[in-house]
């Protein structure tokens, strides 16, 4: 098993800028990729980004590259979405969560956080 706990999330104005973390504990050997996802209400959850433990290699959602970027510190096993020029379209519920490779489907990814809120006001 592998725990994920979000945090950073909160209020900010169009335009700016906020910082998620995601640390992980308990098997994080099994887990390769780490990624971040986004939820409407009503909607599918959404892609955003990934980025591969071992060589830092990064993958992001198009509607996002250039605005947000993914990084990771493995001696403390956590992993950040530093979100820039952020619009009220980004606001939505923020997960991170692990998987054995790269992949853009939710579904490909066995373990999650609890999700943190991102609200962008206009």
């Known amino acids: 098993q592998v725990q994920l706990v979000e945090s950073g999330g909160g209020l900010v104005q169009a335009g700016g800028s906020l910082r998620l973390s995601c640390a992980a504990s308990?098997?994080?050997?099994?887990?390769?990729?780490m990624g971040w996802f986004r939820q409407a209400p009503g909607k599918a959850r959404e892609f955003v980004a990934a980025i591969i433990w071992g060589d830092g290699s990064t993958y992001y959602a198009n509607s996002v590259k250039g605005r947000f970027t993914i990084s990771r510190d493995n001696a403390k096993n956590t992993v950040y979405l530093q979100m820039n020029s952020l619009k009220p379209e980004d606001t939505v519920v923020y997960y991170c969560?692990?998987?054995?490779?790269?992949?853009?489907?939710?579904?490909?990814?066995?373990?999650w956080g609890q999700g943190t809120q991102v609200t962008v006001s206009s």
């Open positions: 969560a692990a998987s054995r490779g790269v992949y853009y489907s939710p579904g490909r990814y066995d373990f």
């Open positions: 308990g098997r994080t050997f099994s887990s390769n990729v």
